[in-house]
């Protein structure tokens, strides 16, 4: 299948031998090209309510900590090169002023204090079980599976490089806090859900 013919698929992976080098040359078409462990994987355009609890992510926490002098928040399209990933795209991603210094040449070239991901119908499978594996084995301090069907976030941390797991996590339903593991933040989950105009997964 030709990459213009995806337009139809939520999710697909298109083969192995796949590099950063390749994914430069992709068509900006509005679907989203990612690269794991030498696999491409698209995904076509998210929902509304997938984007509104994006821009809630950015309002009650990258917002948050960047006001604190904290650090910096960035939500895809961008790419983010680390271990196995070449590049990946994450919904949601935080860094540090300290490791700010991954911050160049267009892209994020390291290792993020946090990702966050939002669940769409195409992407369980990618979001729950390959990106889980390859941000612990990248290392990334802390994970957030944000699961709009549910109403509830899956945080993860603690990763295993060598198990390619994250050895600790606590599911946070829609009535609870959640409380960051590694960052002095505390987020209602019913926030990040609430108020959207179309809930149409």
Not at 27 to 39: F, K, S
Request: proline letters at 6%; charged letters at 20%.
């Amino acid at each position: 299948m030709t990459i213009a013919g995806l337009a139809q698929l939520t999710l697909r992976s298109i083969g192995a031998g796949w590099s950063y080098a390749r994914w430069e040359q992709l068509p900006e078409d509005g679907n989203r090209y990612e690269i794991i462990d030498g696999v491409l994987y698209v995904t076509t355009a998210p929902s509304n309510f997938h984007q509104w609890i994006i821009s809630r992510l950015f309002r009650h926490v990258g917002n948050v900590l960047e006001d604190r002098g904290w650090g910096y928040a960035f939500t895809a399209p961008i790419g983010l090169l680390m271990p196995g990933c070449d590049p990946v795209q994450p919904d949601f991603v935080l860094i540090s002023r300290a490791n700010a210094h991954i911050i160049a040449n267009r892209r994020i070239r390291g290792v993020p204090d946090l990702i966050a991901e939002v669940v769409s119908p195409g992407s369980v499978e990618q979001d729950a079980r390959t990106k889980r594996a390859a941000y612990a084995r990248a290392g990334v301090p802390e994970y957030w599976i944000i699961r709009p069907d549910s109403r509830d976030v899956l945080v993860c941390s603690q990763p295993d490089v060598r198990l390619e797991e994250y050895t600790h996590s606590d599911l946070v339903t829609n009535t609870q806090d959640l409380t960051s593991a590694t960052l002095s933040l505390v987020v209602p989950v019913h926030s990040l859900f609430s108020g959207a105009p179309d809930e149409t997964l």
